[in-house]
């Protein structure tokens, strides 16, 4: 059932084949809903077949190359995604910038690093959608954050990371208060630790246990919450931060 026919969403941080990124494109396309996405330092020659399989959906599709650390980055996106898709109704905020820390290193580049991807590029696109949004006088909207398990339990060594992540917890709350009022909804899903390619056998092996649903989480986990968050069947539904982790123990 295309739930999501003749949408526009925007995904950022679609980077790789097997990533959460890419899944969440590939489940609102078979949804009908038409995709742009961006990504950086990866193969334009990949993005171009991504595209093509995503079209295959029966869909529209394009895709941009950008540094999401460049202020200007959510006008550049939007004002591409209106050239060449229409105005977007769906906004997810996938791009996520890791990297490991801990006191012992944590320095001012690291934090900026971290600030410039995960909380400013994610705020200011999803401000900047919300003004678009309302002087179109659309009546549906939706904004989709990916954030983490920062809120669950410690992550050591990931102190920039979860500062960030933290952030967006935070924000997704107060901006679903203003913008409710124009009919779009803001969430956010923590998928928990998911297998999209980056997991070792000994790091599998050490995550599965603690999956009391017995199984490590992989992208389509994911995917399919945000679909859902995306469909109308969602409206009730804001200011929420959703942990998909089938069942993940911290301890």
């Known amino acids: 059932m295309r739930k999501l026919l003749d ?28 995709i742009f996405f961006t990504y950086w330092q990866s193969d334009e020659e990949w993005a171009v077949q991504f595209q093509k399989e995503l079209c295959a959906f029966g869909v529209q599709s394009s895709f ?35 990297l490991r820390d801990g006191y012992r290193n944590l320095d001012a580049k690291i934090l900026d690093d971290h600030y410039t991807v995960n909380m400013r590029s994610s ?16 009546t549906s909207g939706r904004i989709i954050n990916l954030t983490s398990g920062q809120g669950q339990g410690p992550m050591i060594e990931e102190l920039a990371y979860v500062a960030t992540k933290g952030a967006i917890s935070a924000f997704t709350l107060s901006l679903s208060a203003e913008l409710a009022p124009l009919g779009i ?60 982790e089938g069942g993940f123990l911290r301890k």
């Open 123 to 138: 705020f200011l696109l999803s401000v900047e959608f919300a003004r678009r949004f309302q002087n179109a006088a659309k």
């Open 185 to 244: 909804t803001v969430n956010a899903v923590n998928p928990g630790p998911t297998d999209s390619g980056w997991m070792s056998e000994s790091i599998k092996q050490e995550l599965l246990p603690k999956f009391l649903l017995g199984r490590i989480g992989v992208p389509d986990d994911a995917a399919r919450l945000v679909a859902f968050l995306a469909s109308s069947e969602a409206e009730w539904i804001t200011g929420q931060v959703i942990n998909s």
């Open 64 to 98: 941009l190359e950008i540094d999401l650390a460049e202020p200007d980055a959510a006008m550049k996106i939007l004002d591409a995604t209106e050239a060449q898709l229409g105005l977007p109704t769906i906004v997810v905020n996938n791009a996520a910038h890791s």
């Open 7 to 34: 949408q526009v969403a925007i995904i950022t941080g679609v980077s790789h084949h097997n990533g959460i990124g890419a899944a969440i494109c590939r489940k609102l396309a078979s949804n009908g809903t038409n």
